[in-house]
């Protein structure tokens, strides 16, 4: 199975601020990446898909990113918002697999 | 509306069986792939099970194959997945999604 490690797991950030998340993929997933917004109680969010293509309706200040096996989803200009946990998740092959997570939470 | 909206969940005995439902409305859905991804409480998230256009093709994490079917019918436009010898590991919100479609999520708690 393909495993996505994802880091960091909690990332505390300050309104305004540009922060980073990352997945890594153990084998070969091509752009087969999608990042996930959850907040507690909702159903995840479709942010990014094809490792770089904005979801319809996701403020531009988000965006998908990749460098070889590494794919990181950047938010510009933290808001308030944006406080959530972040999944990606490699739909290349079966099974499907979900990094672990990130919860950004106010510093 | 485009929507999902899952039902059938509920407290199980381990070892019993249970079947969710999925239904979909708004799009086409005989067009797209289907899913279930389920998230233990306070956990991740945790892709289940797959299925194709026309059901002709289902895949399944290893954890559930064997025990777990999903299952679709287009004429109702609903998705299903069927849920044989339950354990306690399976307990979670069980989501059906087609993305960017997600359902609000039905829980599933497995005790005795």
């Not at chain 1, 950030?13 to 997933?29: E, F, P």
């Not at chain 1, 510009?76 to 998740?89: P, R, V």
């Not at chain 2, 249970?18 to 991804?37: E, H, N």
Request: glycine fraction near 10%; include cysteine.
């Amino acid at each position: 199975d393909i495993q996505m490690t994802q880091s960091p797991s909690s990332l505390p950030a300050s309104l305004g601020d540009r922060v980073t998340i990352t997945c890594r993929a153990s084998q070969d997933i091509g752009n087969y990446l999608r990042w996930f917004q959850q907040k507690p109680g909702k159903s995840p969010r479709l942010m990014i898909y094809g490792a770089t293509n904005l979801a319809n309706g996701v403020p531009s200040r988000f965006s998908g990113s990749r460098s070889g096996s590494d794919y990181s989803l950047t938010i510009n200009s933290l808001e308030s918002e944006d406080m959530a946990i972040y999944y990606c998740l490699q739909h290349n092959e079966y099974p499907f697999t979900f990094g672990s997570g990130t919860k950004l939470e106010i510093k | 509306e485009v929507q999902l909206v899952e039902s059938g969940g509920g407290l199980v005995q381990p070892g019993r069986s249970l079947k969710l439902s999925c239904a979909a409305s708004g799009f086409t859905f005989s067009d797209y792939y289907m899913a279930w991804v389920r998230q233990a409480p306070t956990k991740g998230l945790e892709w289940v099970a797959s299925i194709s256009y026309d059901g002709g093709s289902t895949y399944y994490r290893d954890s559930v194959k064997g025990r777990f079917t999903i299952s679709r019918d287009n004429a109702k436009s609903s998705l299903y997945l069927q849920m044989d010898s339950l354990r306690s590991e399976d307990t979670a919100t069980y989501y059906c999604t087609t993305d960017p479609l997600w359902g609000q999520g039905t829980l599933v708690t497995v005790s005795s």
